[in-house]
């Protein structure tokens, strides 16, 4: 257990993974998250274990539950076409390392003892097999984000919030509305994954993906429920809101909404949930 709770992500970050960010100090010496370096494999698989455990319970505390429904996945470092996942039936707040299990982009579990989600391997595979760029995404039946699906369009830069998302999210329709449990529904949510970190699907939910980490595609999509939640409630009061201009979308969405800032935001969460829910890690 001991080991377990130690946290990694104090080192130096390895130069070619750190992301510049206006949020880095500039003076020496300050407690500052960094990110981590591994000198094995192992290190680095019980690492993304670790977040994607802390993602599920994140998740548990959003209220993000609803069944089955949901999973987050992220690539395994040293088999990157094997990805750990969420097990079937198993609630978010019950998520711990013991229970993950390790899966192909086929559906069969190569490590674990629980069933893998049907209609999480069929869009979660599809994605990670089309984009082997993409290390991490996550999908939940959120109340908020369900509903704002079944609008069919994007969000509005409404916020510097939702602003993070300004075309950096789409909207997908195939398939909208339908269980995707065939293959061929998953290849076709899969092609929209190209160079984004969000997707609202019609009828369905939201999804989001992280080439950088679990932390950052569990932040982003905790962020993306958020703003549709803002923008329902705008909308509800029947007046017009002012729009932030497609400039100032930008640019905050460049200082607000990289990978590496939802990984940062990530960090404030992993350390409450290291110190309140230790039993993450059983």
Known sequence: MAEALEHPARPTAP????SVSIY??????LVFPTEPEFATFAEERLHRKQRLVAACRAFAIEGFDYGFAGHLTVRD???????????MAIHFAQV??????LVDHTGRVVEGAYAVNRAGFVLHAAVHEAHPDIVAMCHAHTVYGTAFASLGRPLEPISQDAAAF?????????EAGQVA????????VADWFKGVKAA???NHGLLTASRHSIEAAAFWFIALERCCRQQLMVEATGSKPVLVSPERSRYSREHVGSEYIGWLHFQSIWDHLTRSQPDMFD
């Open 96 to 101: 711990n390392l013991s229970n993950l299990i």
């Open 15 to 18: 130069t070619s993974r750190r």
């Open 181 to 188: 449990v065939e293959e061929k529904a998953g290849m076709k």
């Open 24 to 29: 880095q100090p500039t003076q020496e010496g």
């Open 77 to 87: 470092p040293e088999f990157p076409e094997l990805y750990w996942t969420n097990p």
């Open 200 to 202: 609202i699907h019609q």
């Open 166 to 174: 300004f075309e950096d999210h789409v909207v997908i329709r195939s």
